[in-house]
């Protein structure tokens, strides 16, 4: 988890007493290092089915134990592991948060990133427009599938206030999930409303995801279907009366995004509702929160070119397609994510 400094490291960073520049660029790829790693060797699985000692922590992950002495440091200072003895054991707040152990299997998607990043100055002085990441590498492979594996974690731990706040007209019947991936979102909305039926449109690798997803959920799979398409390249289907965008708009220039909002207008009924789910610049509350949202736009505009919208933007882009009444949504468990929705202008 972030490195919490106390009252007094606090002041002394304030002042620069502390070289703390220092510490931003060094210290965050080690915490990458560390909890990445422990994923991938199946710490966090190992460790959920109870306390272990070092050696039979070792053992069980084919580590060596000097190794293991290290990592499990590091962890316990992260706070992600506690001591005992000799016992190891996860946190409370590791117990509670989504399951650590599938970080493992984005780790190829994290190495990725980690990659693209170290490129950053290259892409902040000629800021090509699709950024320095290459799109078609997370369609497909193991970085794609860490991707997926990826959008379905950070989803899991928002859907449900996502759905508290997503407010459907009682006549809406039909919704398109635009790189809908995990269908999570899908999956809960048409458990709140029984009536509604969803189709996710994604590459094919999401849609794979979207069907393993399925098979967890009977109760609402058969009103849930699949299309494979590139919405960058072409129409969307028609006769929708709600598009969900989750986590999309970030990855689009401002020009993409006109031209995506023009496609959902088209493919929506008269009185067609968009619902957006992204994180936006801007972001008022606390220091951690405005450096969050901070810190996603800055790697969406490397890896894609892309960036954190304002909220009035969204609103302009949304009204030139053919949308209004626009509204935003802050969420609690998201620093800087919000849901904005906006109605077809009759």
């Not at 693209?116 to 290259?122: C, H, I, P, S």
């Not at 269908?183 to 509604?196: D, E, I, N």
């Not at 800055?298 to 626009?326: C, H, M, P, T, W």
């Amino acid at each position: 988890m972030p490195l919490q400094p106390n009252l007094i490291e606090r002041r002394f960073i304030e002042r620069g007493a502390v070289p703390w520049p220092i510490l931003d660029a060094m210290l965050p790829s080690f915490q990458i290092a560390a909890v990445t790693a422990a994923a991938e060797l199946g710490v966090f699985g190992a460790l959920a089915e109870g306390p272990l000692t070092t050696e039979r922590l070792a053992a069980r992950t084919s580590a060596s134990p000097d190794g293991m002495e290290v990592l499990l440091n590091a962890l316990d200072a992260l706070g992600y592991v506690e001591r005992s003895g000799e016992s190891v054991r996860l946190t409370a707040a590791a117990r509670r948060s989504v399951p650590l152990e599938e970080i493992g299997a984005f780790a190829p998607f994290l190495w990725d990133q980690l990659r693209l990043v170290t490129d950053t100055a290259r892409a902040v002085r000629e800021a090509p427009p699709r950024g320095i990441g290459d799109a078609e590498k997370i369609q497909s492979g193991a970085v794609g599938r860490g991707f997926q594996a990826t959008m379905r974690w950070i989803a899991s731990a928002n859907v449900p206030e996502v759905v508290k706040h997503v407010d459907l007209p009682p006549s809406a019947r039909r919704m398109l999930d635009v790189g809908g991936s995990h269908g999570l979102y899908s999956v809960a909305l048409c458990a709140k409303y029984p009536s509604l039926h969803s189709t996710i449109l994604d590459w094919a690798i999401g849609v794979e995801e979207a069907r393993e997803t399925m098979t967890a959920h009977p109760e609402v799979a058969d009103r849930i279907d699949f299309t494979v398409t590139d919405f960058e390249k072409e129409e969307l289907p028609g006769g929708y009366d709600v598009v969900f965008l989750g986590n999309i708009v970030h990855g689009l220039s401002p020009e993409e995004n006109l031209a995506l909002f023009e496609k959902i207008s088209r493919a929506t009924t008269p009185s067609g509702m968009v619902v957006i789910l992204d994180q936006l610049a801007g972001a008022k509350g606390s220091h951690f929160t405005r450096s969050v949202a901070a810190l996603i736009g800055l790697n969406l505009f490397i890896v894609r070119g892309g960036r954190s919208y304002r909220f009035e933007e969204l609103q302009e882009l949304l009204d030139k397609a053919g949308f209004s009444g626009v509204t935003r949504t802050a969420l609690r468990r998201a620093p800087g994510t919000s849901i904005v929705t906006a109605r077809k202008t009759s």
